[in-house]
């Protein structure tokens, strides 16, 4: 079982730069996550899919923020244009279907991103 | 909504001596309740989960919760610490409204500290 594997590992450019985090869910698993770590504010949830369907994006801070799931196997989060403010450790997750909602999640080891 | 409390920022123990770390809840319906640990520049990795059935859950790494209903805690222990135990714990609760979901609710994290 290789995990849910995020890349790159770490990032770092420039504000106004485009920015693309890929993540790869374990095999089998419906469900994926992308969420945000800071000091500040903790762990968030940005976005979840179940079977590549978004089904709740509320935690997506703005416009410049965009998740797609085209695929069982892929997904990317994309900010453009990035900002210092976004600067953070972006985790994927993901967990099998189950009609009681009550997998665990299983997290990749992130993706630490500095904007400068 | 559903939510959980972490009360301590950090736990401080010495090695051997027994350790818990606090959780409570606040939900409407049966909880869902469940600890991560997450080791430095690691993703969070599940230790337990409390679904229905016994007030004492056993988990990985020889850690164990304790249910209770009428306070409303789900708090983490283990009988004797180890160095390796330090890191930081979350405590989460499957959110149920406005309908059932798998995204879960974290807490803010406890970091906890074993000094030899």
């Known amino acids: 079982d290789a995990g849910v594997i995020q890349s790159p590992r770490h990032e770092v450019t420039e504000m106004g730069q485009e920015v693309t985090l890929r993540c790869k869910p374990i095999?089998?698993?419906?469900?994926l996550f992308w969420y945000r770590q800071t000091m500040m504010r903790g762990l968030e949830l940005l976005i979840y899919f179940n079977n590549n369907v978004p089904i709740d994006d509320s935690g997506m801070p703005e416009d410049r923020f965009s998740a797609k799931m085209p695929n069982a196997s892929f997904s990317t989060l994309k900010i453009q244009p990035s900002e210092p403010r976004d600067s953070a450790v972006y985790f994927c997750a993901s967990s099998p279907y189950d009609r009681d909602f009550y997998q665990p999640q299983h997290f990749g080891d992130g993706t630490r991103l500095s904007i400068l | 909504a559903q939510s959980v409390a972490q009360p301590e920022d950090q736990v401080n123990v010495a090695e051997g001596n027994p350790l818990t770390v606090k959780c409570t809840y606040s939900v409407s319906g049966n909880p869902y309740l469940f600890w991560y640990v997450q080791y430095p520049n690691r993703g969070l990795q599940f230790l337990l989960k409390?679904?229905?059935?016994?007030?004492l859950v056993k988990g990985s790494y020889g850690f164990e919760a304790e249910f209770n209903k009428s306070q409303t805690s789900f708090h983490l222990k283990k009988p004797s610490a180890l160095v390796s135990d330090s890191a930081l714990y979350f405590c989460a609760v499957r959110d149920r409204a406005p309908y059932n979901t798998d995204k879960l609710i974290f807490g803010t994290g406890t970091r906890l500290q074993v000094f030899p």
């Open positions: 095999s089998g698993h419906n469900s």
């Open positions: 409390y679904i229905t059935g016994d007030n």
